[in-house]
């Protein structure tokens, strides 16, 4: 069974971090990148940072560069965002998910038709 749990989501002030987790399981986690994705209410998913963890190659939207870093634990098949200096505007519904890592993706990584598993999702509240 294919599972994608995302964990350590919560409530923050601005500013702040939290460190949200994905563990995979029940897929060959090499073959795959894993993309965060995020959702905020009234608003289209859209794609935050994505990770190759066979080569560490990694990708990020420009509103979180210099705050986000995706890491990849290849041993434990976990990745990580580590999100700092928090804004109330990352207030969402927080989502990994698996894309074949034979794509091009930095071209695709952004789409979330590309992938093939999610996750179900955890909040991450930002308090201004």
């Known amino acids: 069974e294919v599972r994608l749990v995302e964990s350590g989501g919560g409530l923050v002030q601005a500013g702040g971090s939290l460190r949200l987790s994905c563990a995979a399981s029940?897929?060959?986690?090499?073959?795959?990148?894993i993309g965060w994705f995020r959702q905020a209410p009234g608003k289209e998913r859209e794609g935050v940072s994505c990770?190759?963890?066979?080569?560490?190659?990694?990708y990020y939207v420009d509103s979180v560069k210099g705050r986000f870093t995706i890491s990849s634990d290849n041993a434990k098949h976990t990745v990580y965002l580590q999100m700092n200096s928090l804004k109330p505007e990352d207030t969402a519904v927080y989502y990994c998910?698996?894309?074949?890592?034979?794509?091009?993706?930095?071209?695709?990584?952004?789409?979330?038709?590309?992938?093939?598993?999610w996750g179900q999702g955890t909040q991450v509240t930002v308090s201004s």
């Open positions: 029940g897929f060959t986690f090499d073959d795959y990148a």
């Open positions: 990770i190759s963890p066979s080569d560490g190659t990694t």
């Open positions: 998910a698996a894309v074949p890592r034979g794509l091009p993706l930095h071209k695709l990584w952004v789409l979330e038709s590309q992938y093939d598993y």
